[in-house]
Nanobody, 114 residues
Framework: QVQTVESGGGLVQPGGSLRLSCEST????????MGWYRQAPGKQRELVAE???????SYADSVKGRFTISRDNAKNMVYLQMNSLKPEDTGVYYC????????WGHGTQVTVSS
């Protein structure tokens, strides 16, 4: 199990940018795939981006071309750069071990609104 602390969320206008950070309590050298997830109000949690230990990436169609996931294994950190934000990106964002997402952090709230 991995425990995570997410930060960097906030209120931003449409078209704006945010950079989310995720600190893992477990060494990222032992985690093959890390994912960023979001949960919009009234909806289920969904995977929006993932990154392998070798930095291979994959994105949900809804964020492709706008979001960039990265990881720093030495610092146990995972990041999500979000550009051209839309109101539908609003939600609580979490990171987790994609292959063993049994424990969830508190997440960080992202609100995109004018």
């Amino acid at each position: 199990q991995v425990q995570t602390v997410e930060s960097g969320g906030g209120l931003v206008q449409p078209g704006g940018s945010l950079r989310l950070s995720c600190e893992s309590t477990r060494s990222l050298f032992s985690i093959s795939v890390m994912g960023w997830y979001r949960q919009a109000p009234g909806k289920q949690r969904e995977l929006v981006a993932e990154i392998t230990i070798g930095s291979g990436t994959s994105y949900a169609d809804s964020v492709k071309g706008r979001f960039t996931i990265s990881r720093d294994n030495a610092k146990n950190m995972v990041y999500l750069q979000m550009n051209s934000l839309k109101p539908e990106d609003t939600g609580v964002y979490y990171c987790n071990d994609k292959l063993d997402p049994t424990t969830w952090g508190h997440g960080t709230q992202v609100t995109v609104s004018s």
